[in-house]
């Protein structure tokens, strides 16, 4: 077992979901692909929700440990995303509508708006969809992985 | 479940052959004792644990898979 991991990014992460997928006996098949500055990995199949998990941690434990296991011992880094069944888009959706409502409801509540927690990378989608609307500021707060986003409306804006 | 979190932490280290994974069967749940080489110490556990955090998260999502109850990964620093 595990005796011969590629030695190939690509080959590792491929490997690696592999396994990932026998284990949580999923009916699922992987598919890898790079590119010059990523690594895109996918997993398709039916009924995923085990590997995704509750607001996605499981697929972003999963994408954590494919990036470490890919360029361990290597230098020449590059990013690694791992998604299932579209998984990443329909919550990219799903995030920025939640930051549209929640503009929406600082501005006309004169109130911030707390989001539900949301990993670095969700938050990133919530700062960058509400930076162009004017009238108000974003910013995270707490600790990982609670941390969330405030919407809030500038004083007189 | 024990396999899979040996593969990922046999993945993980500079020196799979070190790895030693023992499961220790609770009444609460099986404890999945992890130990390593001193110098990979940090590569399964990470800034703020969360390499650590990561292979307990997948390790529980392969114990809801084969219905193997609680577990519980514990990096052992000897």
Known sequence: MNERLPD????RVEALLDEIVDALDLDAEVVV????????????????GLLIGRRGQTIDAVQLICYRVAFRGRGDRKRVSVDAA?????RRQTVERQADRAADRALETGKEIELEPMSPTE???VHDRLAERSGLETFSEGEEPERCVIVAPLVGG | MRDLVEFLVRALVAEPDAVRVSEIDEDDGTVLEVRVADEDLGRVIGRDGRVANAIRTIAKA?????????????????
Request: charged share 40%; proline share 2%.
């Open chain 1, 33 to 48: 692909e790079e590119v010059e500055d990523e690594i895109a990995a996918r997993v398709e199949g039916h009924d995923l």
């Open chain 2, 62 to 78: 392969a114990a809801t898979a084969t219905d193997g109850g609680r577990v519980m990964v514990e990096i052992v620093e000897d």
């Open chain 1, 8 to 11: 190939e990014p690509a080959g």
């Open chain 1, 86 to 90: 579209g998984y990443r888009e329909r």
């Open chain 1, 123 to 125: 938050r990133k989608i």
